[in-house]
């Protein structure tokens, strides 16, 4: 990076049209590929154009989803994955999404410091924050995911907060979605509410050298007996694994990616890795629709905020469901 | 309620139209309430009638909600508020939401029972859990509270697990707020990822007697120093207040409901409680035209699947947002 906004050709980004930086990224500059990402993260005009160079590029990174509560030790965790991936796949991409305030700022990047510590130095690390509203998240991630795929990073690792359905569905849009789990606090019956039961391609009980290991172990393996799809996961027809791994000492983190690996292995064999993908891309199409509709929505509904039906239903003479079948069949039919 | 199906006057409820069973509900007939909530739940076609004779009574009742996540005592706290109402508000209504699975519908039914040991006779306790998709869930919640505040419940007391998305905004469409804590696990931080932070009009601090309630206490207050309204909520321009109990043995019951009193009185006076019902109804109109146009969307996806703009994204010859572009503006244009 120079002092002067330019390269290290001496060319000014900015002065550049997208398909040049383009380029450049996959030259592999990362002040290129920097500028890609912050494009797609705002929706920049520039974005579609990307999107579209990228999509024809992309499709060969295994994207591994990672969530589990705050405390969890997913980070530490993603970190070790990143250092035993070291060797092996130099050129990993890790993005953590955080869904929250600047808050939580710090504890990100003591992370990401620690992380960059033991990573290849060709990994990309990069932390997304939600700003302002989840659904640009849901929406930018996918775009970030194809940009980083199409610049050959491979694995692709999206660390999330399992807390809110948006990180829940952003992990769950991956080739292999890993749920960790901890001892304490009832994690098996929360994952299960959280949906994540159903998520998970692979359950970490993390902390495994804690009391209680053993009982998540038994409870997540109980669940998945009871499970509707009687601990078959429907996409594949796989029983999730579960790996014990204790992140602090490295203990289990070669195991989880064995489990990974096998997965991965899995799906490519029987298929389900183009069908996983191919339905990846068709939910990014429904959610474009439905944030752009959802817009429109907003702004009719802002509009007509003191008259017609809304008006109607203030003054209690018409009930809400009525008035919105009013409105979809006016303005949406 | 009789063998037969008929109610204590000899009516059989199923050959009544919806208004006749609001009829009866409205002279304290419990089966033909049972009945309505049951329309509502399932938006049959009898629904709207009944929203719309409902809509037309509304209004009078307080609306409270209580979440927090699981184990962190709200329903014995419920439990004890309802106690604690047995004489002043003997027309009580709690709605339990729970998102999840026949896994937990054993600790909701203990909790049931429990509470009705210790509640009025007069007090009305149904359960309501997610029948497949969590939308419909959103859906039907205020339909429901609707109708209760049409009978003349008051108050109407909803407690959600406050896990997921939808839980949260359900707790949040409440009058009055309540976000319970307890000490461990970082309960404050995860308050504040899951967004319960903004939304709380009073933090209720279960398990005071347990080391590290009052940490948690100043970690909430903390919070609320930061948060971006500076601790005052914008709604109400209040800074929610935090409450210490105890639950299993009753301590601080009588303080949370005075607080919750508090709030109530407080923005009945501002005019708040008109503007929160007004949006709340608003609200559900959004709901109700979004949860139709995204029938509208998937059957278009699903239709359009091998063809087309999809057909493109799949061969990686047009972006999923190009694709998006194209589909809104020809069909939602």
Chains 1, 2 share one sequence.
Do not use: C
């Not at 398909?19 to 990224?25: D, K, N, P, Q, W």
């Not at 009687?230 to 029983?239: E, I, L, N, P, V």
């Not at 096998?262 to 474009?288: C, F, K, P, Y």
């Not at 009719?300 to 009013?326: C, F, I, N, Q, Y």
Request: hydrophobic share 40%; no cysteine.
């Amino acid at each position: 990076m120079s002092l002067h906004g330019k390269n290290q050709r001496g060319q000014n980004l900015r002065e550049l049209s997208a398909e040049a930086i383009f380029s450049l990224a996959l030259d592999g500059e990362l002040r290129a590929l920097g500028r890609l990402i912050t494009f797609i993260e705002r929706d920049s005009d520039e974005a579609e154009v990307i999107s579209e160079l990228a999509h024809a590029r992309a499709g060969n990174a295994h994207v591994i989803g990672i969530t589990g509560a705050p405390g969890s030790g997913k980070s530490t965790l993603t970190g070790q994955l990143v250092a035993l991936l070291n060797q092996k796949h130099p050129r990993a991409a890790v993005l953590a999404v955080d869904p929250s305030s600047p808050l939580t700022g710090g504890a990100i990047l003591g992370d990401r410091v620690r992380m960059e510590d033991v990573a290849s130095p060709e990994t990309f690390i990069r932390s997304m924050a939600t700003r302002g509203h989840q659904g640009g998240l849901a929406l930018a991630v996918p775009g970030v995911v194809r940009v980083l795929d199409a610049m050959g990073y491979n694995p692709i690792i999206i660390e999330t907060v399992g807390v809110g359905q948006v990180e829940v569905d952003i992990a769950g849009t991956a080739d292999t979605t890993v749920v960790v789990a901890t001892p304490g606090m009832g994690d098996a019956v929360q994952a299960n509410k959280a949906g994540l039961l159903e998520l998970a391609d692979l359950f970490v009980v993390n902390k495994a050298d804690r009391p209680g290991a053993n009982d998540v172990r038994r409870d997540l393996d109980h669940m998945l007996d009871l499970s509707h799809t009687t601990g078959q996961d429907q996409r594949t027809g796989m029983r999730p694994e579960i790996v014990m791994t204790a992140a602090l000492t490295g203990q289990g983190a070669a195991d989880m990616w064995a489990a990974i690996e096998r997965h991965r292995d899995a799906i490519t064999a029987n298929g389900q890795i183009d069908e996983r993908r191919a339905s990846r891309d068709l939910e990014e199409v429904r959610n474009r629709v439905m944030a752009v509709i959802e817009r429109r929505v907003d702004d009719l509904l802002s509009e007509h905020g003191t008259t017609g039906a809304l008006k109607a239903v203030r003054d209690r003479e018409m009930a809400p469901s009525v008035a919105a079948r009013e409105i979809t069949n006016t303005r949406f039919g």
